[in-house]
């Protein structure tokens, strides 16, 4: 029976914990999927990660409003994002090299933050788990299986999950989305119609690099509530790989974050048991898993026929 008991638990416990390290990958991978649905791929995810998670700490840790560090993480990744779309859209440089030289600016600037500004790693108290209590002695959070599963989460990773019907609405049924959708299937049709292809493009980018930001800071002021060098440790290509794995849907790149998530949570749940399973193989797992999505030729299918060419009007 207790065998039984501990193995209930250690399920909830790896469930939950999927759940719970989903949230930057799904800010991240969403972000990304609303800008290569315009046709731009923006690989500097990672580095963007990287500053919005850097600020949203510093903020959090001079003056302890949690919100306020968050709309830092905002503010670095809609200003990242504008130098992306302004490099790869307006003067249309190479999309791949601008996003490789934005994480690079991006992991030595938080690096040279970190040190100057902070020095030493240290925590905070950032976003706590909700409970949803209903009384004083009884909060959802308390019901059994369900309770841990749904109920015991922060904000942000509500808003994540939430997020997803979101950009299926934005994409599918606004006008917006239409627009974004269309400069990313076929830009040169789009401006025949009266569509700013530019103007789609940079919207689209710098919305991703907005929830790139928050990706970030859901790390720093939520999950881990630590801000050190290099901590997103490929999360940002990992969120970039989703968007092919969930074929540019988000709804197929939830599935595939919570794939990635829950491997992540058994990879640290068999240190903690102590299973006999190598600690550089349990790291590896979740990259290995990215090398074989992108190898599946199906989801190719879905991908923007415009993703990656730059557009100048008058041209075919």
């Known amino acids: 029976m207790n065998g039984e008991l501990t193995t209930i638990a250690i399920i909830l416990g790896i469930i939950h914990q999927g759940i719970r390290l989903a949230t930057p990958y799904l800010f991240a991978a969403l972000g990304e999927t609303f800008s290569q649905r315009s046709g731009v791929l923006n690989l500097g995810v990672e ?15 001079e003056t302890g ?24 859209i307006t003067f249309q440089a190479e999309q791949g090299i601008s996003g490789i ?8 600037m938080s690096s040279l933050l970190f040190k100057t500004m902070i020095g030493s790693v240290t925590g905070i108290t950032g976003f706590s788990e909700l409970q949803f209590c209903v009384t004083d002695s009884f909060c959802l ?20 999950f939430l997020l997803v019907p979101i950009s299926v609405w934005l994409l599918k049924r606004t006008t917006w989305g239409l627009k974004v959708r269309s400069v990313g ?29 928050i990706a ?71 990259y290995i898993l990215t090398i074989v999505a992108l190898a ?12 990656t060419k730059p557009f100048s009007r008058g041209e075919n």
Request: glycine fraction near 12%; proline fraction near 3%; charged fraction near 5%.
């Open 216 to 286: 970030g800071a859901s790390l720093s002021i939520s999950l881990l509530n630590v801000f050190q060098e290099n901590m997103i440790n490929g999360i940002g290509f990992i969120a970039v790989a989703l968007v092919y794995f969930g074929g540019w849907s988000p709804v197929g790149v939830m599935f595939g974050a919570l794939l990635f998530s829950t491997i992540s949570a058994l990879q640290l749940w068999g240190q903690v048991l102590g299973l006999n399973i190598s600690s550089n193989i349990s790291v590896m797992l979740p």
């Open 185 to 213: 299937q076929n830009p040169e049709a789009a401006d025949s119609v009266g569509v700013s292809v530019n103007r789609a493009r940079y919207a689209a980018v710098i919305l991703g690099s907005a929830l790139a930001g």
């Open 47 to 61: 580095g963007i990660m990287l500053m919005g998670a850097f600020f949203s700490f510093y903020v959090a840790s």
């Open 141 to 160: 959070a308390d019901i059994p299986v369900l309770g841990e599963i749904f109920f015991s989460h922060s904000i942000l990773t509500y808003g994540a």
């Open 296 to 307: 599946i030729p199906f989801r190719r299918a879905a991908q923007p026929a415009a993703l």
């Open 101 to 108: 030289g934005l994480y690079l600016f991006g992991l030595g």
């Open 65 to 88: 409003n949690l919100w306020l560090a968050l709309l830092a993480a905002i503010i670095i990744g809609v200003l990242m994002g504008l130098f992306m779309a302004v490099v790869s």
